[in-house]
């Protein structure tokens, strides 16, 4: 395990997932009913923009540096958390951050030291649980989860040759097990024929209700670079695909070149 978050911490590719995120769990929370959120590729919670290994490559700066400084009013919700939060929050700090009285938290991470820096952060807090665990096993362990209300984020390093197939099939079965939960997949676009590929295999798992919302920094052709990333999101809540037209159009606007590209694609239906 090489990959480490610390290093990507607030790019371009995080602050796509982490608007949408925050569009999901808000849309999930409009509910007055218990949520559980799984988050199975957690890394360490939040991230130091001063660190050694977020100065090593800068690569916030082109992200969230740059949404700080346009400040968008689309992104609001998710800017307002990000400089409330202080340092740059990852994936689980948002997510604690609005939760709920009656809603859990889940964080599965893998690697040692990020898994022991996880369990450290949220240590004292009686509604997240740290798990040093496979997150694709989790999928397998804790759902369906007790609330039947769940968004299900798995976010994994593609460190892997065989990522993409293992998430395909992982979400598969996991859709299976759990029919209404609400999953959303992180993936690269490097060049197009990988997500071609990922995107045919999970046809053949018969997932209804599935989307692809994408941001392209620039067209997918140097597969050397990461010129894009996307989240596959299956059971979108009622309104989230109109209200990430906008939130998308802003990331864009101030993340991309001008022959860059902002999609929603629905991929099945309900
Ligand atoms: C992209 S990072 C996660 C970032 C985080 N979700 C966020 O948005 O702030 C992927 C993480 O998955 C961890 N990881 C890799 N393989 C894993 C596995 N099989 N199960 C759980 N975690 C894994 C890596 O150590 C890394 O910290």
New binding site residues.
């Given amino acids: 395990?090489n990959?480490?978050?610390a290093y990507?911490?607030g790019n371009e590719a995080?602050c796509v997932?982490?608007a949408l995120?925050m569009l999901l769990l808000r849309a999930l929370m409009r509910k007055n009913k218990p949520l559980f959120v799984l988050?199975?590729?957690?890394?360490?919670?939040a991230?130091d923009p001063a660190s050694i290994e977020a100065a090593k490559t800068g690569e916030w700066r082109q992200g969230i540096g740059r949404l700080l400084e346009a400040n968008p009013p689309e992104l609001a919700d998710y800017l307002d958390l990000v400089r409330g939060l202080g340092l740059y929050?990852?994936?689980?700090?948002?997510a604690r951050a609005i939760l709920r009285p009656s809603d859990r938290l889940a964080l599965?991470?893998?690697?040692p030291e990020?898994a022991a820096l996880l369990k450290r952060r949220f240590r004292t807090d009686p509604m997240v649980q740290v798990h040093r665990?496979?997150?694709?096993?989790?999928l397998g362990a804790l759902l369906p989860p007790p609330e039947r209300r769940a968004l299900i984020?798995i976010?994994?390093?593609y460190?892997r040759p065989d990522e993409f197939a293992t998430l395909a099939a992982a979400l598969g079965a996991a859709r299976q097990k759990f029919p209404s939960g609400v999953f959303a997949a992180?993936y690269p676009v490097k060049h197009r024929a990988p997500v071609r590929d990922f995107l045919a295999d999970l046809a053949a798992h018969r997932i209804p209700d599935m989307i692809a919302c994408e941001l392209l920094l620039r067209p997918p052709l140097d597969p050397a670079r990461l010129n894009g990333s996307g989240l596959l999101i299956v059971n979108p809540p009622y309104g989230f695909e109109a209200e990430a037209v906008p939130v998308l159009s802003a990331l864009r606007a101030t993340l991309a070149d001008a022959d860059g590209d902002a999609t929603i694609t629905r991929l099945t239906d309900e």
Avoid: F, I, V
Avoid at 89 to 94: F, H
Avoid at 108 to 111: P, Q, R, S, V
């Fill in positions: 395990m990959y480490r978050h990507h911490a995080d997932k982490h995120l988050d199975t590729h957690a890394g360490t919670g991230y929050p990852g994936s689980p700090a948002l599965c991470e893998l690697h990020d665990r496979d997150g694709y096993e989790a984020l976010d994994p390093p460190e992180w």
